[in-house]
């Protein structure tokens, strides 16, 4: 049977539970002497941290435990604490002891205890715990039901690395997955890349009031982003005010101090009464600034000052004004780039790039073309006013085509939704069938080839005469591979001339080869003959 470890107790002294006297010394429970004066376990050391003003109480009680558990060593550390419900304070003075203490969990077992002290000490030593700056267990006691002279009441160990509290972490990821959801609108994304960003996002959202950038291409859903971010964080209690959404690239010349900062009556000609500007309607709530590249280099440098103070100056006032608000800004430009051509501050963007999350453009997210065809469904019954559905034959055309290679949404979620608009629109009785889809897709194919590089045009094109819609079906790999054999048999009389123009390297490695017999295996693949690729005249 393995040696016991020798048993170390940390914990607080507690100024109201601990405090002891001759006269008084047996008359209530008081926790410390409890957790040594347990029947069923041995305290071998105490480590007992004290505010330095607390020095007498504590030798009285280090005096108290000596009578009640004599073979317990009490060592004492006297920390200096101004305020003991500052977070700040007591969490850095607990973690310097935590990090000064020469701990060895092989040798010794540990246990914090954390029914004395303040709330705010509690709720340290769990975090220290929980993080394994202290490699302990904590340590509850309790009194006894009824009270008896001397009686220690009973003590309850906690493991936060034992299963038994698996039901606290499961409501703790509860909790996560609603935010989660929050966050993506009630879309089942399946992006694995875009789940990784949208948790990390949750982290950040929950625990920090620091400024956030989202970055990406114009239409990849930074204002929808913010929207939920800020419907995350009010559902939390973390924001009291108002969403406040700005669009940058629309703030001109003079009025864009004026828009965002404020002015005063008089402050310049036509000012004829004040205006709080849009950072003071932000107070307690979130401020959204898309496009935050378009500012000007004034606008800037006075946004710097309040996001850091909290302060800024209206236009024509020599006196401060205060707004208290969180950050999200959103950009589609460089700002590095921008940095380095002077068009944006550098310390404006140190400031704003703690958080930086690069949003994908949709052809990176094809997998979540589907269910984000029923959100914008659900849109845009919203906006019609009437219930709109699509057909199975009509979904499946129009995913073929969306979540394939040759569909580009240059303006991602814009163009999606406004494709989605369109079909529930022209859709007969509020339902999309395969007639609308294909309308759509002649708009979208119109579009695509206007905007792709000629040669990639030409492909299309092609791939369309000889497959018609099966051109839809292919991979961009088979779709270039079988453009470029279509191309050389059409400059060539016979099968025979068209396979020794495109096997005449292999042929020389496959002595048996056909090379006839090779290309109509290869066309077949794609149901095609020779005579299929051919150019089709204008018949007889």
């Given amino acids: 049977m393995p040696a016991r470890r020798p048993s170390v107790v940390i914990g607080m002294y507690g100024a109201t539970l601990d405090r002891g006297g001759p006269a008084s010394r047996w008359q209530r429970w008081r926790p410390t002497v409890a957790v040594c004066s347990q029947p ?65 969990p092989e040798a010794e077992d540990y246990r914090v205890h954390i029914t004395t002290g303040t709330h705010v000490m509690q709720i340290c030593w769990f975090l220290l715990a929980e993080s394994r700056h202290v490699p302990a267990r904590l340590l509850q006691a309790s009194p006894p039901a009824k009270w008896a002279a001397g009686a220690p009441g009973s003590v309850q160990t906690i493991d936060l690395d034992l299963s038994r509290y698996d039901a606290i972490a499961r409501r703790f990821a509860a909790e996560r997955e609603a935010g989660l959801d929050v966050l993506k609108a009630g879309i089942d994304t399946r992006n694995r890349h875009f789940n990784r960003l949208l948790a990390q996002i949750e982290r950040v959202a929950a625990r920090s009031r620091e400024p956030m950038l989202l970055t990406g291409p114009t239409g990849a859903g930074k204002s929808r982003l913010a929207r939920r971010i800020y419907a995350l964080k009010k559902q939390r209690r973390q924001l009291e005010g108002d969403l406040v959404e700005v669009n940058c690239a629309t703030l001109r010349g003079d009025g864009a101090m004026s828009a965002l900062f404020g002015h005063t009556r008089g402050a310049f000609t036509g000012a004829a009464s004040a205006r709080p500007g849009l950072l003071r309607a932000a107070d307690g709530g979130l401020l959204f600034l898309d496009e935050i590249g378009e500012l000007g280099l004034d606008e800037q440098a006075m946004l710097l000052r309040a996001i850091e103070r909290k302060v800024f100056l209206p236009v024509g006032s020599d006196r401060e004004v205060q707004s208290d608000f969180q950050l999200i800004a959103g950009t589609n430009r460089d700002l590095r780039a921008a940095v380095r051509a002077g068009g944006f501050r550098e310390d404006l963007l140190a400031r704003i790039d703690l958080w930086t999350f690069r949003l994908p453009a949709l052809v990176e997210r094809r997998e979540d073309i589907a269910p984000n065809l029923d959100f914008e469904l659900d849109r845009c019954s919203a906006r019609i006013g009437t219930r ?23 303006g991602n979620f814009r163009d999606f939704g406004a494709a989605v608009m369109r079909m529930a629109t022209l859709a007969p009785a509020g339902r999309i069938d395969r007639e609308t889809v294909t309308e759509e897709l002649a708009r979208l194919r119109a579009r695509d080839a206007a905007a792709a590089p000629p040669r990639e045009a030409a492909e299309d094109g092609l791939l369309r005469e000889v497959l018609g819609g099966g051109a839809e079906e292919l991979d961009r790999f088979d779709a270039v591979q079988l453009a470029e054999v279509v191309r050389t048999c059409r400059r060539h009389p016979s099968m025979a001339s068209a396979g020794r123009a495109l096997f005449a390297v292999s042929r020389t490695r496959r002595r048996t080869a056909n090379d006839s017999d090779r290309l109509r295996k290869y066309l077949a693949k794609f149901g095609l003959s020779f005579d299929d690729v051919q150019p089709r005249g204008d018949g007889p």
């Fill in 40 to 104: 069923d376990m041995v305290v071998d050391r105490f480590e007992l941290l004290h505010d330095r003003q607390a020095t007498r109480a504590v030798k009285q009680l280090v005096a108290d435990l000596a009578q009640v558990s004599p073979e317990t060593t009490v060592r004492t550390h006297p920390l200096a604490l101004d305020d003991p419900w500052d977070f700040e304070e007591v969490f850095g003075a607990l973690h310097d002891f935590a990090r000064g203490y020469a701990f060895d």
């Fill in 388 to 410: 709109i559905t699509i057909n199975r034959e009509a979904r499946r055309r129009f995913l073929r085509y969306a979540e394939g290679p040759g569909a580009r949404w240059p």
